[in-house]
């Protein structure tokens, strides 16, 4: 199975703040690799596929980079309703797997 | 507008099978470019695959779980449904269904769509 790991695990920020997220694999992956954010209570939703391509509805201070086996979630301003965890994931082969997590809560 | 809603028991018995059901409305599982299936999270933890299958019938399991996983479709009534046998403590959790889109050609294979997700207790 291909590991992921995510860092930071937990990050504090403010509204408007600029937030980086890295998602390493254990081996490459090319760019199979969506972003989902969680919000409390909620289903994760689909920010980022293909490590870098914006998913249709999703506010566009989301980006994603990278390829390989390593990547970057940056949110360029961050919102109220982006407190919450993100979660990044490989489509790469199966089984497919998700990384732990990184928790972005209000400084 | 696509909506996943799952539905079964909330609490199982250790040893028996956990089964729910996703009920997909606003379009078809019946499409070349969809795979339907399931997505679990145990309490205050990270996310784990379960599964997917295609309308064609080819089905994927996480290795993990292979052994007492079943993921199945009824085209008629736009469902799928999971079933999970010989619980323990360790299957609780929110199982959510899930739509994976596979575009051919393209860098596009992830979830998409997502069931507001139903949590499961197993426990005598």
């Known amino acids: 199975d291909i590991q992921m790991t995510q860092s930071p695990s937990f990050l504090s920020a403010s509204v408007g703040d600029r937030v980086t997220i890295t998602c390493r694999a254990s081996?490459?992956?090319?760019?199979?690799l969506n972003w989902y954010r969680q919000k409390p209570g909620e289903a994760p939703t689909l920010l980022i596929y293909?490590?870098?391509s914006l998913q249709a509805g999703v506010p566009s201070r989301f980006s994603g980079s990278g390829s390989g086996a390593d990547f970057t979630l940056t949110i360029s301003s961050l919102q109220p309703e982006d407190f919450a965890t993100y979660y990044c994931?490989?489509?790469?082969?199966?089984?497919?797997?998700f990384g732990p997590g990184t928790k972005v809560d209000i400084k | 507008q696509l909506q996943l809603q799952e539905s079964g028991p909330g609490l199982v018995k250790p040893s028996e099978t956990l089964a729910l059901t996703c009920t997909v409305s606003?379009?078809?599982?019946?499409?070349?470019?969809?795979?339907w299936g399931w997505v679990r999270q145990p309490p205050g933890e990270g996310l784990e695959w379960i599964g997917t299958?295609?309308?064609?019938?080819?089905?994927h399991y996480n290795p993990s779980l292979k052994s007492r996983v079943t993921i199945s479709l009824d085209t008629s009534k736009n469902q799928f449904s999971l079933k999970l046998s010989s619980v323990t403590a360790a299957d609780t959790g929110v199982y959510f269904c899930?739509?994976?889109?596979?575009?051919?050609?393209?860098?596009?294979?992830?979830?998409?769509?997502w069931g507001q997700g139903t949590l499961v207790t197993v426990s005598s």
């Open positions: 899930v739509r994976r889109v596979v575009v051919p050609g393209a860098i596009a294979d992830s979830f998409d769509s």
């Open positions: 606003g379009g078809s599982i019946n499409n070349n470019n969809y795979f």
């Open positions: 299958i295609h309308y064609k019938g080819s089905t």
């Open positions: 081996q490459t992956i090319r760019t199979y």
């Open positions: 293909g490590a870098s």
């Open positions: 994931q490989q489509s790469y082969s199966l089984p497919f797997t």
